[in-house]
């Protein structure tokens, strides 16, 4: 179950890759497609929130926060080939510490009185590292322009998706990085 179904229309759209690091993060303003995007620890996160939430409420917009949910999938396999043993506990641990920074996420927005939605990761059919979207790739369909990390343009490409804003990439031309 995907708690919190959202089919209504925000006016603004926050995507959240959770990190135990730094989450993800991205504001999706749907009537002008204006995205911000950057990372933040959990606790400017919630400092995030909570700004967003008082600013909409008195400017009269309404939001949505989607949280990447990959503990929603069935199977959760980051395991490769030639993996050691240490390895492969290492990687189970810290995809666990990123899925419970998600679930935190999502508890912070009820305790607050935030709207959300959690999602299962996207597909991965871009042309970076692990089927990742790539700074290039984003840029083409959303005009976004600067560095990024990979946190930051997954939580876009999820805001952006939830948003329902069109993802307009030619097949018959490949993009390169520069």
Known sequence: MEKGKNNIMADNYIGIDPDVEKNGVALVERKTKKLEVTTLTFSELIDYISFIKRVSESDGFTYMVVIEAGWLNKSNWHLHRGFSIAKAAEVGRATGRNHQTGILIAEMCEYIGVPYVLRKPLRKVWQGKD??????????????????????????????????????????KKITEK
């Open 131 to 172: 089927g990742k979207i790539t700074a290039k790739e984003l840029s083409v369909f959303t005009g976004l322009r600067g560095r990024t990390n990979q946190e930051g343009r997954d939580a876009a490409l999820l805001a952006w998706c939830e948003a329902g804003l069109p993802i307009k990439i030619s097949p018959s």
